[in-house]
């Protein structure tokens, strides 16, 4: 057997390589601006001053003491929810610098649960002047997220499941089964 098929294959292998990197980055390059395309921001807040969460007929809230440090439930009166559960919900909020939109503008918002939205949010939020009003629908299918829709946005997007967790666990203590009394 010859050594010249090898060194025929060898010599268009290293002809063909740069070629196919300069090829398969630019591909990689639309890629990642699609996804860029299809984040978007979602809250510009600074801090949260109150967030009002309504689950069906129960409503919990909680605001900023006078101090601006720590928050406090005044809704409903004499219950309790720990602190850092309060601020955990609020730096969600916070930090939720970007999200997947998943429907640019929907008039069919069942298939996405926010029909009849499981709760909804109300957060008052410095320097945004109207309090902002989050809608949260279904779970996404591999139930990693749940829908949301902004009040007045047609968009639809996907919010991380945290956020529907923090909540249910803040109606538990209001509740009393989480604690010392559960």
Sequence with gaps: ?????????????????PIYRYFDLAADKGAAAKVEEQQE?????????SITVKRGNETLRYEKTPDGKLY???EPQGKFVPQDLMQALASLLISAKQVEVVAENTNDLAQFGLDRPRSEMTIGATGTGQPIRIFFGAENPTRTAIYAQIEGI?????LGRNLE???SVMFEWVEGKQGKNA
């Design 72 to 74: 406090q439930l005044v």
């Design 165 to 167: 967790y923090y909540q």
């Design 41 to 49: 921001s979602l809250l510009k807040l600074n801090g949260i001053d």
């Design 154 to 158: 047609p968009k639809v997007f996907l």
């Design 1 to 17: 057997m010859s050594a010249r098929p090898a060194i025929v294959f060898t010599a268009l292998f290293l002809l063909l390589l």
